[in-house]
């Protein structure tokens, strides 16, 4: 079982940057394609971004296409999310997860989730 542990999130104006990390422990996790998910306030939890094992794959909602990267040191078991141009819409709470990267359907345990507010 993986445990995984999201951090780098904070408070930060619209048009600002944030990075997120997604460090993973209990076993490696280089054959995993993972994937970031986000649930806002009073919201179901959604699709952001999905990257395959090997890292030379990835795919993103519509909604940040253009302003994030997803992106993944294997050999730090530690998946990224850069996130830029920020917009009020980002705000909610920050998930990482093992994902079935066809589907992008989350599998496995989830971590605590890091809060991103974007102030407009």
């Known amino acids: 079982q993986v445990q995984l542990v999201e951090s780098g999130g904070g408070l930060v104006q619209a048009g600002g940057s944030l990075r997120l990390s997604c460090a993973a422990s209990g076993r490696t996790f280089s054959t995993d394609a993972m994937g970031w998910f986000r649930q806002a306030p009073g919201k179901e939890r959604e699709f952001v971004a999905a990257?395959?094992?090997?890292?030379?794959?990835?795919h993103y909602a519509d909604s940040v296409k253009g302003r994030f990267t997803i992106s993944r040191d294997n050999a730090k078991n530690t998946v990224y999310l850069q996130m830029n141009n920020l917009k009020a819409e980002d705000t909610g709470d920050y998930y990482c997860?093992?994902?079935?990267?066809?589907?992008?359907?989350?599998?496995?345990?989830w971590g605590q989730g890091t809060q991103v507010t974007v102030s407009s």
């Open positions: 997860s093992k994902i079935i990267y066809d589907s992008k359907r989350p599998i496995g345990s």
């Open positions: 990257i395959s094992w090997g890292g030379t794959v990835t």
